[in-house]
């Protein structure tokens, strides 16, 4: 079981920064795959960024690349993200996910940002942003 906890959420104007923190507990050995997701009402949930703790590579969608950063510890209990220059846009409430299957490890690599069956997920966060 692997349970995890955002905080970090809140309003901003635009151009300001907020950093959202998913405090991870359980067992995280098999976690290969973490990521923060996000939902605007009425869409879809679309992947943000992603990291593989197990090489530290990390994946953004193009709309954050350059202003959003994603971090995790060595022991998988802290994953971060670091949002700056904030846009209108980027209002949604964001979600914090892990993977563990070890059947998915493949798959999750190969679909990259477009991958979001994770196992575990967070309550959410809402990030306001205005103009």
């Known amino acids: 079981q692997v349970q995890l906890v955002e905080s970090g959420g809140g309003s901003v104007q635009a151009g300001g920064s907020l950093r959202l923190s998913c405090v991870v507990s359980?067992?995280?050995?098999?976690?290969?795959?973490m990521g923060w997701l996000r939902q605007l009402l009425g869409k879809e949930r679309e992947g943000v960024a992603y990291?593989?703790?197990?090489?530290?590579?990390?994946y953004y969608t193009d709309s954050v690349t350059g202003r959003f950063t994603i971090s995790v510890d060595d022991a998988k209990t802290t994953l971060s993200l670091q949002m700056n220059n904030l846009e209108p846009e980027d209002t949604a409430v964001y979600y914090c996910?892990?993977?563990?299957?070890?059947?998915?490890?493949?798959?999750?690599?190969?679909?990259?940002?477009?991958?979001?069956?994770?196992?575990?997920w967070g309550q959410g966060t809402q990030v306001t942003v205005s103009s």
């Open positions: 996910a892990a993977e563990t299957r070890i059947a998915r490890k493949t798959s999750a690599r190969r679909l990259g940002l477009s991958y979001s069956d994770f196992t575990w």
């Open positions: 990291i593989y703790p197990d090489d530290g590579s990390t």
């Open positions: 359980g067992y995280t050995g098999n976690i290969h795959l």
